[in-house]
């Protein structure tokens, strides 16, 4: 792995960016630092939404094993970040996965990588603020319902997307306060909850409680695995911003590594300090105890330091949803700018005064609201919303690793400022092999007694998005439209 002493070529690669990392034409400014670019993927990840939101779910189906999870996707992931650092540092342009498509393979490849990314990152902003929303309800005092639950989505949805209009700096500003705030939650509740009410060693961590019946554990450890697959995503966030970053392509693939080692010891620290301090695992196993997070807060820190813990935990929330929003208004920004979508005059308008793109995050905020409201008639919805967020990020992924594997078959030799040298082929084959593989566990059908259409809901709605995206691409031929640099990563012999 090696990181290169010259800039990055936009002539070498055939990238459209300049010799400092700028892309020509772009409206963005180069307002956001590397702290905050950091900062950002580290919100976006957010090791306190993901642990706080499934710990529930994954003690229940896998017992404390589940803790292992987080190893499991964190390795994944990580051969994932070094794969997009690489391609990312020769293309700093908005918008992620669908540039990095774009020059890897080309038009059409590019159009449905963003399709999809975009539905899975509308969807995440739903999941992430339906998961605050029993929060916001104990921390105000009234008890959580499925209704309040929506409402208080909506109200943090809107609250999030106020602040990514102020602009980038607002956005650095928020994201460097989420930053502090998962710290808190991660590291001091943690700490306190191991110094006073502690009430397992670690040897739990291999002790299923049963959680597997009378067959093997694998598929009951596989099942609880969806918190590690929902934890390790979100250092994409960092080049998705890259137009407002100086020097990106040292930045940014920086910025992805560090928040996949720092985020995930995050999380996995915040997930062993609440696992040993639940005191009653079979309670959650059979179900009788489905908020042992919020139990076992009010047990430790009594009712007011609870709800200052949870104060603290809402932030989390809330700067997740802010990271999240602005990675979506820069996907479907960059989307317009292309021509590459309906609406594209209107989506592409930039908010000068405050370099934002405001009908771009107008977008990204209406869409998650009207899915908060559509999962009143779904039963278990934080599950199955949260599934099919997961499915859709890792999808999108593994489009834009495919096809630097294409590409690098091909004879794409990566030109940015950071290149994996010899490694890029076994590590770029490695994150592919990974995420099929966790693909194919995330659709897994786990419930056989359940309706067939409930049984396979994800895999069903991921098809759905798919085919009315290849229905409109075809259609409309927008995909074609734009004449920005496309393939151009291979040689021009070998496209």
């Known amino acids: ?26 409206e963005f400014r180069k307002d956001m630092g590397p702290w905050a670019n950091f900062a950002l993927g580290f919100t976006y990840l957010s090791p306190v939404v993901s642990t706080y939101t499934l710990f529930a779910t994954a003690l229940g189906e896998g017992g404390p094993p589940m803790v292992w999870a987080f190893v499991l996707a964190g390795c994944g992931q990580f051969l994932v970040a070094l794969v997009f650092g690489e391609v990312v540092a020769q293309f700093p342009i908005a918008g992620g996965v669908y540039p990095w498509a774009r020059h890897l393979w080309g038009k059409r490849w590019a159009w449905m990588t963003g399709w999809i990314y975009m539905w899975a990152l509308l969807v995440t902003i739903t999941s992430v603020a339906y998961g605050a929303g029993p929060y916001i309800a104990l921390l105000i005092g009234f008890t959580p319902t499925v209704h309040t639950t929506v409402l208080c989505t909506v109200v943090l949805i809107i609250v999030a997307v106020l602040i990514n209009y102020a602009g980038t700096k607002w956005l650095s500003a928020a994201a460097v306060i989420g930053f502090g705030a998962e710290l808190i939650g991660a590291l001091i509740v943690g700490i ?33 695995a969806i918190i590690g697959f929902y934890q390790y995503y979100g250092f994409e966030a960092c080049g998705d911003t890259a137009e407002e970053v100086e020097h990106p392509g040292r930045v940014i693939p920086k910025a992805m590594r560090r928040t996949i080692y720092v985020g995930g010891a995050a999380a996995t620290f915040t997930c062993l300090s609440l ?38 935990v809402l932030i989390s929330f809330l700067s997740c949803t802010i990271s999240l929003q602005a990675a979506a208004g820069r996907l479907i920004y960059s989307y317009a700018r292309d021509q590459m979508i309906v609406g594209h005059r209107l989506l592409r308008k930039f908010a000068h005064a405050r370099a934002v793109p405001g ?85 897994w059908a786990r419930t056989p007694e359940a309706a067939w259409y409930d049984n396979y809901i994800v895999l069903l709605c991921g098809g759905v998005v798919v085919l009315v995206g290849v229905i409109y691409m075809f259609t409309t031929h927008h995909y074609g439209r734009s004449d920005a640099p496309c393939g151009d990563a291979i040689p021009e012999s070998r496209r």
């Not at 005191?279 to 105890?289: E, H, I, L």
């Open 1 to 26: 792995m090696t990181t290169a002493n010259t800039p990055a070529d936009g002539a070498a690669g055939g990238g459209s960016e300049s010799g400092d990392g700028s892309v020509p034409g772009s």
């Open 192 to 224: 306190y909850l191991l110094a006073t009410h502690r009430a397992h060693n670690l040897g739990v961590i291999f002790d299923t409680y049963g959680t597997e019946g009378d067959g093997s554990y694998l598929p009951v450890f596989l099942a609880a």
């Open 275 to 312: 696992l040993l301090s639940v005191t009653d695992y079979r309670a959650v196993v059979s179900g009788k105890d489905t908020d042992p997070v919020v139990h076992l807060l009010y047990d430790a820190l009594g009712e007011v330091g609870a709800r200052l813990v949870m104060a603290v």
């Open 359 to 443: 009908w771009a995050l107008f977008v990204s905020a209406v869409i998650p609201a009207i899915i908060a409201f559509g999962s009143l008639v779904s039963e278990d919805a934080l599950t199955k919303i949260v599934s099919f967020a997961i499915l859709g990020i890792y999808a999108s992924f593994q489009m834009v690793v495919l096809a630097a594997l294409r590409a690098r078959l091909k004879g794409w030799k990566p030109s940015g400022e950071y290149r994996l040298g010899r490694w890029g082929l076994l590590v770029n084959a490695g994150a592919l092999a990974y995420g099929i593989f966790a693909i194919i566990n995330i659709c």
